[in-house]
Every structure is written in structure tokens, then in C-alpha cells.
């Protein structure tokens, strides 16, 4: 796998079977996005059944971070994949509820409700 060492935001990549878990912590924002996008494309040539990205540790994401998840998105959907946001906070739920997408992520409270979701 890619060398993350220029991604400060994962802080972990899970493999549960054949799903990712990305746990990220940190700012979602316009200096962190496109070291994010790569990485998150690169985990999504895998082609994992569901891609999980968790949020508890995230306490800011601004609309180039919210690009990145819907490029992101878009890619999984492609082939059939399941992408779900777990653990957001106040603050990162309401950025996804002023966008209305929402309605388009599966949002999860737990890593546990995703994978059995």
C-alpha cells in the first residue's frame, strides 16, 4: 500500500474480511483534502465491498473535504460498493445536512452498525 506519511489525517486503514475502515482524525479542509482524496482512491482500487470512514476523531470538514467524500463516492458506487461516514459529530453531521447529503451516505453511528448494517 501507498506510503500515507503525507496524509496526517488516516490514522489507521483497517481490512475487516473484505471491507476498509478508514479512521481519520484531524481537520478536513482544504490543505489536508487532496493528500486525502489520493489516499482514499487508492484504498477504493481495492474495491472493497463497503468503505467505512470514521469520523469520531474529526472535528472540522470544510466543502473540499466534502468534495473529496463525494468523488470518493462516486468511484465506490461504481462498482458497486457501499460507502458509509460513521461517527460524526454536531458539527460534521450538519455541514452533510445543509448539503442535503445525507440523503446519498449511508451515516452510521458505530464501525459495528456499518459492518452489519
Not at 74 to 84: A, E, I, L, T, W
Not at 88 to 109: A, Q
Request: hydrophobic share 40%; glycine share 6%; net charge negative.
Amino acid at each position: 500500500m501507498a506510503d500515507r506519511s503525507g496524509d496526517s489525517l488516516v490514522k489507521e486503514v483497517k481490512r475487516i474480511d473484505k471491507n476498509a475502515v478508514v479512521v481519520l482524525s484531524g481537520e478536513v479542509d482544504l490543505h489536508q483534502s487532496p493528500a486525502l482524496h489520493s489516499t482514499l482512491l487508492e484504498i477504493a482500487k481495492e474495491r472493497p465491498p463497503k468503505f467505512i470512514l470514521d469520523l469520531n476523531d474529526v472535528g472540522y470538514i470544510d466543502s473540499s473535504g466534502v468534495g473529496t467524500f463525494v468523488d470518493v463516492f462516486r468511484r465506490v458506487n461504481s462498482y458497486k460498493g457501499q460507502m458509509m461516514l460513521v461517527g460524526l459529530n454536531d458539527r460534521v453531521r450538519s455541514v452533510f445536512e445543509i448539503t442535503k447529503l445525507d440523503r446519498f451516505f449511508t451515516i452510521c453511528d458505530t464501525e459495528e452498525q456499518a459492518l452489519n448494517g
